[in-house]
């Protein structure tokens, strides 16, 4: 079993709609989470952390963590063509410190 | 401010060679990673420093790898004997110290491609 599991994707949603992005991971310890936005070519870009059980809001994204189902999402409301990205999961494995562990990453085309 | 920089930004070597792959941390950034992501995939973790002490290296996958921050600040990882499979891009990202590790800071990464 992987560490950080993402769908590939891609997936598709519509301009205006919300998009949801998924993410499971192995160790029940992990304490931090994190979601990298990376565009095409370009380098990764961090858009939201959360630490805790919950919601967590910024603008259009909005972060959930469920640790008893070791799964966190992240909501991107009214979608736009310019988040058209891949949608990276990144968790903090519990003894490793400073190590940090990506997933795969999900490919999100909005479409408009 | 000036961002994480990397050089060479494309590297193309012959199957055998050794090649050293430079990074510039943010000004006053305490904490380095490299990483190596293949086409498709996240970032792999290959090992990170903080200051100058190498603190994790048990992502760097065989002992032709090997990495130094010898003054806390600039970083180079290098491959001995290169082969084939080592073919990716190299990203380095760095972060304000061990307390803010999810403040990652990427550089633009260094292709490499064997030959």
């Known amino acids: 079993q992987k560490e950080v599991e993402q769908n590939s994707g891609p997936l598709s949603v519509p301009e205006g709609a919300i998009a949801s992005l998924n993410c499971t991971y192995s160790?029940?310890?992990?304490?931090?989470f994190f979601w990298y936005r990376q565009y095409s070519g370009k380098s990764p870009e961090l858009i939201m952390s959360?630490?805790?059980?919950g919601d967590k809001e910024d603008g259009r994204f909005t972060a959930q963590l469920n640790k008893a189902s070791q799964y966190v999402s992240l909501l991107i409301r009214d979608s736009q063509p310019s988040d058209s990205a891949t949608y990276l999961c990144?968790?903090?494995?519990?003894?490793?410190?400073?190590?940090?562990?990506f997933g795969i990453g999900t490919k999100l085309q909005v479409i408009p | 401010g000036a961002g994480v920089s990397q050089s060479p930004r494309y590297k193309v070597t012959k199957r055998g060679q050794d090649v050293a792959l430079r990074c510039d941390p943010i000004?006053?950034?305490?904490?380095l990673y490299w990483y190596r992501q293949a086409l498709g995939q996240g970032p792999e973790f290959l090992t990170y420093?903080?200051?100058?002490?190498?603190?994790?290296k048990s992502g760097l996958p065989n002992d032709r790898f090997s990495a130094e921050r010898p003054e806390g600040s600039i970083s180079t990882l290098t491959i001995q004997r290169t082969e084939q499979r080592d073919s990716a891009m190299y990203r380095c990202?760095?972060?304000?110290?061990?307390?803010?590790?999810?403040?990652?800071?990427f550089g633009p990464g260094t292709r490499l491609t064997v030959t």
């Open positions: 959360i630490y805790s059980n």
């Open positions: 000004s006053g950034h305490v904490s």
């Open positions: 420093f903080n200051y100058e002490a190498q603190q994790d």
């Open positions: 990202a760095s972060s304000p110290g061990p307390r803010r590790v999810y403040e990652q800071y």
């Open positions: 990144a968790v903090n494995i519990v003894g490793g410190y400073q190590k940090v562990t």
């Open positions: 160790d029940r310890g992990s304490q931090s």
